[in-house]
């Protein structure tokens, strides 16, 4: 059983036009009703459109979801993947899993929507035609088509601009992304697929959102502006302090913002379409005026409104009912999709229902039968509520008021909950998802459900219910967490790396796991994807009997050709068709539960090594996975706490490790860098991984003066200009430029600069057109001993079983002769 964490109950938006409401339970206050309430008047919808988590406006986002009631949406190009992680150690798809998740809280807090291409965030990128030649550019310029034809925003607002002052290649290439989308979705003769769908949408206008942030001041008083900093009273809040909330949801980042109050001014500036003169919303008729023969829906969404009770909720009933009857009247589906939704979210809220489908276990492998409990209450007097149907099962029972109902029904477990996204290998620069009807979603929308039939009030509702899985913490209270569908055979490697030294074949463990209720089957499993190593066993059977899950196995892996540094990934196959998986879990308490299945990849690495380190401290900083790196070469690491190591005698460790921005991070690194330099000085070693210029705790980065910049080699083949005379290429491995091969996404970042002369800095290296940088590697003998500071990216390479990058760090860390 996994073990279980916090869950954060998200209500997903879906933008496919469903029959069915999905996952309703709205907790709603009578002052959010209200708000709602007054959100049926608005038929308007904005777009706002950028690269990654994070780049999005949320104080805007808040004001155009809440102020003015407009449908808002964030398109987020990427899921942020290529970034650092601030909380843990997770990088690429995991860090995107989780920061989808912060996305999602914050979207819930501010009331947007969420969306994403399929475009995967590789890195820093210094231009749009590098992004682009990452990207697959016409499948994303596709998606973001498909969205705005299915989204029907009136407004589209980018983040950055398509030049040079939007910095980063991403952010050039999603405003360039944004331009051709706004002309292209109008125009029937681009991407005529999507039309058996959707029909051509033209958007009034495309605005540039402009910025005061990051040393670059782009507003201007010529500029159309608007006030954004209005205070609601039925939130409770303003929209800066709203937008702090949301945007505190990034915590990986580190992102955690203070409120904001008081009058705030947001600029733009125009790109395309209409021209507006006072606010992004001029000359949007947003009323229901837009919609042929909608009076007697205007009439009574005025009716209710002016009606409603705040102590008394329930008694819009009766009207919202005759609402959502008038809706099916309404010609523009679009329209009336949208409001039947709202509509129906707002009948549960005012009748108090609330009604959850509740899995036996955490988890069933594929073909399984779910065993669901379902209950649902209706909370407020004067609401009649018949439960008709649980999915196919006939149930008419008639609810008592305040008194909750339960029964149960088995549901099959089709297909695993692996992230759509996720379910082919990607590429270096995009997901391959083979739907193109999933574009957009921001998760799993076919997950497990049970379908609620339902009489309230005398009129036929449907609603799905995301099937979750639920138990009570004794410190945090209940907790709910998403049911999960397992590959019926799962595997864990007992290392991710098999590092064979000097052709020394090495051995790893695979534990595999059978899921699912058949208590007796058998798989074939096939080592593939390796040509110059040798496997054994190279396949094999597994024959689980009744009552065995588990079956261990063990394997030998070695070199073809033991003189060379190669490296390869060592891939299984089941049953000749599917890939073998493992499962992971991905807890925080910020977000819910995440498990998925990556595929079972042993990268395998031959690295000719000499290393005499045997025994190092480990400092831990925003996280990397340099322990466990080292660990696999035969290095012993001790990770000490700060406190540990102030108070332990160092002077048994051949070198002490400072993790990736451990100086924005530990409020105690002042201190720590004393008793390090003490211990440099008497004859250690202390090396020092990456950190970023803002935010720190502390400035003093070494035993000599030097300072942080934001250059960068993102070109991970860029060449590398080293001296080789240098001590720290000869000891104990001879470093050649063969060693900076196979490199992962860059070469390093946030380079030192203005640096003390009593520095070495033996590497130099460039990005396209760029000078040659001299602050990726520090040297200095002080004392007795040497200190390091590198801005090298190792946390990237050594997980990555760079050869190379080994060699090179062992170097760094071994003393010389």
Not at 170 to 175: G, K, P, R, V
Not at 465 to 483: A, H, L, M, S, W
């Amino acid at each position: 059983m996994r073990k279980p964490f916090l869950s954060v109950i998200i209500l997903l938006a879906s933008i496919l036009s469903k029959p069915t409401v999905q996952a309703q339970n709205p907790q709603w206050n009578a002052a959010e009703i209200k708000l709602k309430l007054e959100k049926l008047n608005v038929l308007g919808a904005v777009l706002y459109f950028a690269a990654h988590p994070d780049d999005e406006n949320t104080r805007l986002i808040a004001w155009l979801a809440q102020e003015k009631k407009y449908r808002t949406g964030y398109l987020s190009l990427t899921r942020g993947d290529g970034g650092q992680n601030l909380i843990g150690t997770e990088q690429g798809v995991e860090l995107g899993l989780i920061r989808t998740q912060e996305l999602l809280a914050a979207r819930k807090i501010d009331n947007g929507e969420q969306f994403f291409s399929s475009a995967y965030d590789f890195g820093f990128s210094k231009t749009p035609e590098e992004t682009f030649a990452f990207w697959d550019k016409q499948r994303v310029l596709a998606e973001a088509v498909w969205l705005i034809r299915k989204f029907r925003p009136d407004v589209i607002i980018t983040r950055f601009p398509p030049d040079s002052r939007g910095g980063h290649g991403h952010h050039q290439a999603s405003a360039m992304l944004a331009q051709e989308a706004f002309k292209a979705a109008a125009d029937p003769k681009q991407f005529p697929e999507q039309l058996q769908y959707l029909k051509p949408w033209k958007t009034k206008r495309l605005l540039w959102n402009t910025f005061n942030f990051g040393g670059q001041d782009n507003t201007s008083e010529d500029q159309l502006k608007v006030d954004v900093g209005n205070y609601n009273a039925l939130v409770g809040a303003s929209y800066g302090e709203i937008a702090a909330h949301s945007r505190s949801s990034h915590k990986s980042q580190g992102f955690g913002s203070a409120a904001q109050r008081g009058s705030s001014i947001e600029y733009f500036e125009y790109v395309d379409g209409d021209p507006a003169s006072s606010s992004p919303l001029d000359g949007i008729d947003a009323s229901w005026k837009r919609i042929p023969d909608s009076e007697t829906v205007q009439s009574l969404i005025t009716k209710i409104n002016q009606n409603y009770q705040i102590n008394r909720p329930e008694s819009s009933l009766p009207d919202l009912i005759q609402l959502y009857k008038a809706l099916d009247r309404i010609k523009d589906d679009y329209w009336r999709d949208q409001k039947k939704k709202e509509v129906e979210k707002l009948i549960l809220a005012c009748g108090g229902i609330w009604f959850e489908s509740i899995a036996k276990n955490p988890d069933y492998g594929i073909g399984d039968q779910i065993n669901v409990a379902s209950a649902i209450i209706a909370r407020r007097p004067d609401v009649t509520v018949q439960l008709v149907k649980l999915n196919d099962k006939e149930i008419h029972k008639n609810l008592v008021s305040n008194v909750l109902l339960k029964d149960s029904i088995t549901v099959n477990a089709i297909s695993s909950t692996q992230p759509y996204w996720l379910i082919e290998p990607h590429a270096k620069g995009k997901f391959n998802v083979s739907d193109f009807n999933l574009t957009g979603y921001p998760d799993n929308p076919n997950n497990p459900k049970v379908r609620f039939e339902l009489m309230i009030n005398g009129t036929a509702m449907t609603f799905d219910q995301n099937i979750q899985y639920k138990y009570t913490d004794p410190v945090r209270g209940e907790i709910y967490n998403p049911v999960v569908i397992l590959p019926q055979l799962t595997a864990k490697s007992s290392s991710p790396l098999a590092l064979t030294q000097n052709a020394q074949a090495v051995k790893v463990n695979l534990l595999f796991k059978k899921n699912g209720q058949d208590p007796a089957q058998s798989f074939g499993v096939k080592a593939v994807g390796v040509k110059d190593w040798q496997i054994s066993p190279a396949s094999f059977e597994l024959q689980f009997t009744p009552g065995v899950n588990l079956l261990a196995k063990e394997l030998t892996i070695s070199p073809l050709n033991p003189t060379v540094s190669s490296i390869d990934t060592l891939l299984f196959q089941v049953n000749q068709k599917d890939r073998l998986k493992e499962i992971k879990t991905i807890g925080y308490d910020h977000i819910p539960e995440i498990v998925y299945f990556p595929d079972v990849a042993i990268k395998m690495s031959n690295i000719n090594l000499s290393n005499p380190v045997r025994k190092v401290a480990y400092i831990h900083g925003a996280g990397d996975l340099i322990p466990e790196s080292l660990s696999v070469i035969g290095i012993k690491v001790d990770v000490l706490t700060g406190e540990q190591l102030l108070k332990n005698d160092l002077s048994g460790y051949d070198a002490v490790i400072l993790g990736v921005r451990i100086f924005n991070v530990n409020k105690d690194i002042a201190q720590i860098q004393n008793r390090l330099l003490d211990y440099v000085n008497k004859g250690g070693t202390v090396l020092e991984q990456y950190n970023v210029s803002n935010g720190l705790v502390s400035k003093n980065f070494g035993p000599y003066a030097f300072s942080l910049g934001r250059s960068r080699v993102t070109d991970e083949h860029a060449k590398v200009h080293f001296d080789e005379k240098d001590p720290i290429f000869n000891y104990p491995n001879k470093i050649t430029k063969a060693d900076f091969d196979h490199w992962v996404q860059e070469r390093g970042l946030y380079f030192a600069e203005n640096i003390d002369k009593r520095y070495r800095t033996p590497i130099s290296m460039q990005d396209p057109g760029e000078p040659l940088h001299k602050g990726s590697l520090l040297i200095a003998n002080y004392g007795k001993g040497k200190f390091v500071y590198t801005s090298l990216s190792f946390f990237r390479q050594l997980p990555a079983g760079i050869p190379g990058a080994y060699r090179l760090f062992v170097n760094l860390l071994s003393k010389s002769k």
